[in-house]
């Protein structure tokens, strides 16, 4: 480059430097006859906009003005095609960099800052930031005039995180706001002033590692050591200054560079006597924040996390004991992930409980109080129906959201799943515009809610840019845990990877001591700390403090320094280390201490102060020493937290009993007066206080709140622990009947149905019949959705023989209508029917459409009910549901009148139609199993109308959404069942029977007597297509039996009766049949025709009746051909020519080609070559017969 002259300007005369940004040059301005100083910038990853914006920002700088900043005179670029790159052209100065010539004294230190305050100032006032200020970037002229270059040029350059994750320059000045991407004005180069002040007054950095993002965590994460604590020659007045640039917060520093001028400017800056803003402790001269050891299992993070970016979503989980290191593990991952561009949401649990979904509830503030003042998430494009889901989980944010409506109320199990659903919205949404890491911190005491919806997460976000970390400790397991129930279906279903963390070795000890000193560490030092410690880090780190503070380890004459290891007295357990520790307070400080534990690891100021009997003074005071002592940081506005969990849990465990339930009662009454819906806390406290009146009110109140949001193993234990304290059936009975409700919500029918059966027996002591009566009702429901139908109606017959005779309610027509379907799924329709009518017309006198809907809905299925009458009765009751926006009564009425329009009318179009209709309601509000349910009974009807195609890509969606389902009941069955019967319909008998063999094996071991039946139906007819009559024999009984359970058994005795032609058993066939055609004769069903007239033509032919049989085949196909079933068309087809070759010749034999090369050409049309291969045999054969 030498010698070369730019766009026929600037010669290049010498090269001066080099750095991360470029090369500069001594040049020669042609026109102007001067020499300058060109920078040529490397190109880096700058494209075409960036060689742009860097222009632009050098003609900003170009109109900086001062004697303090190197002037800028031009910029361009230079031609040459690939190797064009941009230069700017700046005023040449002579001397050294800050970096290359340091002051020696602090008054020339000071002289420095002073000039770089007036450069800082006139810039800012400009609206330039230099974002970049380092020593490098200071030019010191030999009279000592200071020059500031390189002003906002870095950012432009590039980020700091190449495409490739490496850093681009330097990271030891760094503002937090500026790694993380954040806003950012002129303070961010007062946060780098600061830097450069320690190191000029102290030669060292303050945060140091061999690894820039190490260091980036450390601007972010750790403390400062004063430089006062390095250099004691540095007056306290300057001390406080360094630190207060230092600070975190941009809020917390000097307002301007103006300011910072004026301090400098102190008479009494550099007064050794002269009072900083704080004292220097010994616990300062620690160094803490320094990430040591773990680089394995941060690189394995670091890796899982770049997957995610990438939009490969994944769930990591994070594992060791309490002190190993697991929150700080999880601080330098979220460094990562922000430096590269994602957004991290924390949310943390604790010991003490607290509100269900509590840590997802800190991560929706977090994101939505940013952009709560636009209002209605529209910073977030987030559907208001969502909102109002997230504003239900997190109800303190509705305040800045008061235009969102409530969503719309649901059953239980459909609102939890459009909840979650609501969640993985948000989650989406996040992710759109930046990889999105959400944090659960000790997960280990989550609520159940807050665990399901992890779970869930764990399975929606495969396919997003989302990381779902969850920490935990291992020795907080249990079985019994809902917490360990997560862990072991995430490892089943291979949905995360885990990391965990094991104690520090011997070498690892070693650096986490050197960094904590700062200094060369003995070996019998090591050893006495590893030897009580065993690498752990936060014990090393107490053991460390606990020594210090007692004057063991002191620092002098610029060195640590410490007793011989016989008076060391190393702490034996962490516990012990943190005792001692508060024991060093005075006594009114360990007061608030501990009164701080009784609250929580997270505590606020205002209910501390409300607990406490000591004045405000004392209480901030003590805050501040426990701050000092490095036992407590702060949280947030006036929020604290205990630096570990042990701290409180060590403290609390230091009170006495009695003194012990006096400080919670005080807490809970502070608690009562500030946040007096923090049911979980109160009755918490209340009942630690002994205070049982009170205990109990809360309990209840708390297992209510869990309950309405779904948290039911929460809702359990509240309620359990209220019952503890209940007397009387008063306080009992309601008590029994909400927890019922949780226990059923659990799946826990049977312990549900129990307590229900307690609840009614309680009310009716009480004479409250109506109460009685509901509980029955939800009971017996409760036993026929365990699959338990004689039992749900042994419930509700003693429920109505106890209350049937009491005033009309709602809760009495609720009890009449479920033990009116308890008599119809035991098959006695005739003791259902009245049962449905009175409460049909106790509910519409009443104006309970939705009982009067259901009630309707059972109506219209009980045998004996005329097909046309069904219809017109579901038709009432999908109006009436309508009309009072009851989407799930509405949709479970369209299914039952597809039932009969499918089966009895054989409209199977109309059918398909009320289906969709029905699965799209489900969809809409969020009752995704229902979904499932009537989407597949859509395509079981698909399939028999030959959309094969339809069916699989259909079938793809529901199967996907039924892997994400927080609790999938029974829909994986359905589909199950849908999956067969494609592989049976295609001809794949083999994968067929595989599929109907497990469907039926699950099914049975679930009580799905449904599901077992329509398997067993289609499997016994494939096995009769192959010949294997002995294993559908067998299964034919069986499904007879069921089939007399559920109304539900002319078919099957159809395929029984074919089956006993087949096997010669006429007589047996002829009874059989019969017994078929009563069954049908009650209820004419146009769907099962098709097996009848194929019985009456088999049994025909057995009798040697060929012009009947041969008249029921044509009546069968007939019947198929009108209701268009395609899909079962071909193997009619099939049956009748197999007939008229065995039975028939000449005539007969062509009639079998013809049928069979129609059977032919449908299942071609079918994509079903198996069929297609054996007609294709078949017709072989029969070619010389023909012929």
Not at 1090 to 1102: D, G, I, M, V, Y
């Amino acid at each position: 480059m030498i010698g070369t002259t730019l766009n026929d300007r600037y010669r290049l005369d010498e090269k001066l430097g080099s750095g991360g940004m470029g090369t500069v040059y001594r040049a020669h301005d042609s026109t102007l006859d001067r020499d300058v100083a060109i920078k040529m910038v490397s190109s880096l990853d700058l494209d075409i906009q960036g060689q742009a914006r860097l222009l632009q920002e050098a003609q900003a700088i170009a109109k900086l003005n001062h004697p303090n900043i190197v002037s800028v005179y031009d910029a361009g670029q230079v031609d040459g095609g690939e190797g064009s790159a941009p230069y700017i052209v700046m005023e040449l100065v002579s001397g050294k960099t800050l970096y290359e010539s340091p002051p020696g004294d602090l008054r020339r230190i000071l002289a420095v800052a002073k000039q770089v305050c007036l450069a800082l100032d006139h810039a800012h006032s400009h609206g330039i930031v230099h974002r970049d200020l380092k020593p490098e970037n200071v030019l010191i002229e030999p009279d000592g005039t200071a020059k500031l270059m390189d002003f906002g040029l870095a950012r432009s350059v590039a980020t700091r995180m190449t495409s490739k994750g490496e850093i681009v320059g330097t990271v030891f000045y760094l503002a937090p706001e500026l790694a993380l991407g954040q806003d950012f004005d002129g303070r961010a180069d007062l946060y780098a002033l600061g830097i450069m002040l320690y190191e000029l007054t102290t030669g060292n950095l303050p945060f140091t590692a061999g690894d820039p993002l190490a260091v980036i965590s450390q601007h972010i994460h750790a403390s400062v050591v004063p430089p006062r604590a390095k250099n004691p020659e540095i007056p306290p007045v300057l001390d406080s200054l360094i630190v207060q640039l230092m600070s975190k917060d941009p809020e917390d520093r000097p307002p301007s560079a103006h300011e910072v001028y004026e301090y400098l400017e102190r008479d009494d800056l550099l007064d050794p006597e002269a009072q900083g803003e704080k004292e220097i402790l010994v616990l300062d001269r620690i160094v803490r924040g320094r990430f040591v050891g773990r680089e394995q299992e941060l690189s394995e993070a670091r890796a899982l996390w770049s997957e995610a970016a990438a939009g490969d979503g994944q769930t990591l989980l994070v594992s060791g004991e309490p002190g190993i290191g697991k929150t700080r593990f999880m601080r330098e991952l979220s460094t990562h992930a922000e430096l590269t561009g994602g957004r991290v949401l924390v949310g943390a649990c604790y010991a003490e409980g607290g509100a269900p979904y509590s840590p997802f509830a800190q991560i929706l503030r977090k994101a939505l109080e940013s952009g709560a003042a636009k209002g209605n998430g529209a910073d977030l494009n987030l559907p208001v129906f969502v909102l109002a889901d997230l504003l239900r989980m997190a109800p303190e944010l509705k305040p800045y959201y008061p235009d969102v409506p409530p969503n719309p109320p649901l059953e239980p199990e459909a609102e939890q799943q459009r909840l979650f659903e609501s969640v993985v919205a948000f989650c989406s949404t996040l992710s759109e515009s930046a990889p999105l890491m959400l944090v659960v911190d000790d997960a280990h005491w989550a609520d159940s809610g807050s665990l399901s919806l992890m779970r869930h997460l764990a399975r929606r976000i495969r396919e997003k840019r989302v990381l779902l970390l969850a920490t935990y400790r291992e020795v907080e397991l249990d079985e019994a845990r809902p917490f360990n129930e997560v862990l072991l279906d995430l490892n089943r279903e291979r949905l995360a990877r885990r990391v965990k963390l094991s104690r520090l070795s011997r070498e690892q000890t070693k650096a986490l001591l050197t960094a904590l000193f700062e200094d060369e560490i003995a070996p019998e030092f090591l050893d006495g700390v590893f030897r009580e410690t065993e690498g752990n880090p936060f014990f090393v780190e107490e053991v460390c403090k606990t020594l210090v503070e007692s004057g063991k380890l002191y620092y002098e004459d610029g060195e640590w320094h410490r007793a011989s290891m016989d008076e060391l007295e190393i702490p034996q357990s962490v516990k012990v280390a943190i005792q001692a520790r508060v024991s060093a307070l005075r006594e009114e400080h360990q007061e608030t201490l501990r009164m701080a534990a009784v609250l929580g690891r997270e505590f606020d100021y205002d209910t501390l102060a409300a607990a406490s009997e000591l004045d405000e003074d004392t209480i901030i005071s003590a805050l501040e020493a426990a701050e000092q002592a490095q036992l407590i940081d702060e949280a947030g506005g006036v929020k604290f937290a205990f630096v570990h969990a042990l701290i409180p849990t060590t403290l609390a465990e230091s009170i006495h009993t009695l003194r012990r339930r006096i400080m919670h009662r005080e807490a809970a009454a502070a608690i009562e007066k500030l946040r007096p819906e923090d049911y979980e806390a109160l009755a918490y406290h209340h009942g630690e206080a002994g205070n049982d009146e009170q205990a109990l009110k809360y309990y209840i109140l708390a297992g209510d709140h869990a309950r309405k949001v779904f948290a039911n193993q929460e809702a359990e234990s509240h309620y359990r622990a209220a019952l503890n304290l209940a007397e009387g059936d008063g306080d009992r009975a309601p008590l029994l009947s909400s927890m019922g409700v949780a226990l059923a919500s659990q799946g826990n029918f049977n312990v549900a149905i129990e307590t229900w059966n307690s609840a009614a027996s309680g009310y009716e002591s009480l004479g409250q019949l109506d109460r009685a009566a509901w509980c029955y009702a939800r009971s017996a429901r409760a036993a026929w959705e365990d699959g338990d139908f004689q039992r749900g109606l042994k419930i509700g017959e003693r429920g109505i023989a106890a209350v049937g005779s009491a005033p009309d309610t709602v809760e009495l027509a609720d009890l009449l209508h479920e033990t009116a379907r308890a008599y119809h799924f035991n098959g006695i329709p005739d003791k259902a029917r009245p049962l449905c009518k009175r409460s049909r017309d106790m509910a519409e006198r009443l104006g309970a459409a939705q009982i009067e809907a259901e009630a309707l809905t059972t109506w219209a299925v009980l045998e004996g009910t005329p097909a046309k009458e069904s219809i017109s009765v579901l038709e009432r009751a999908i109006d009436l549901a309508k009309a009072h926006e009851l989407p799930s009564t509405e949709s479970r009425a369209r299914n039952n009148l597809a039932v009969m329009l499918g089966i009895y009318e054989g409209d199977l179009d109309a059918a398909r139609m009320q289906l969709i209709e029905a699965a799209r309601i489900a969809h809409a509000t969020g009752q995704y199993p229902h979904e499932i349910f009537f989407a597949s009974g859509e395509l079981i009807w698909a399939l028999m109308q030959g959309e094969f195609a339809h069916v699989e890509t259909e079938l793809a969606r529901l199967r996907s959404l039924h892997e994400d389902l927080a609790k999938p009941g029974t829909s994986g069955g359905v589909l199950a069942g849908v999956d067969a019967n494609i592989a049976h319909f295609r001809g794949d008998f083999q994968l067929a029977q595989e599929r109907y063999r497990g469907n039926i094996d699950e099914s049975q071991a679930g009580g799905l007597l449904q599901d077992v039946f329509w398997n067993e139906v289609w499997y016994s007819d494939m096995l009769i297509e192959i010949g294997d009559f002995e294993e559908a024999r067998t299964i034919l009984l069986e499904t007879i039996d069921i089939g007399a359970k559920i109304g539900e058994i002319a078919r099957p005795r159809f395929q029984m009766a074919v089956l006993e032609v087949e096997l010669g058993e006429i007589q047996s066939a002829e009874q059989t049949l019969a017994m078929g055609e009563r069954e049908f004769a009650k209820r004419p069903a146009a769907i099962i025709t098709p097996w009848l007239e194929t019985a009456r033509a088999k049994l025909a032919l057995a009798k040697s009746q060929t012009a009947e049989a041969w008249e029921h085949f044509s009546n069968c196909v007939d019947q198929v051909r009108s209701m268009e079933m395609h899909g079962l068309l071909g193997k009619f087809l099939m049956e009748w020519a197999r007939a008229l070759v065995e039975h028939g010749e000449g005539d007969y034999l062509e009639k079998a080609v013809e049928l069979l090369q129609e059977a032919r050409t449908v299942f071609e049309g079918l994509d079903a070559p198996n069929y297609v291969a054996r007609i294709d045999a078949k017709l072989k054969e029969l070619e010389s017969a023909v012929s």
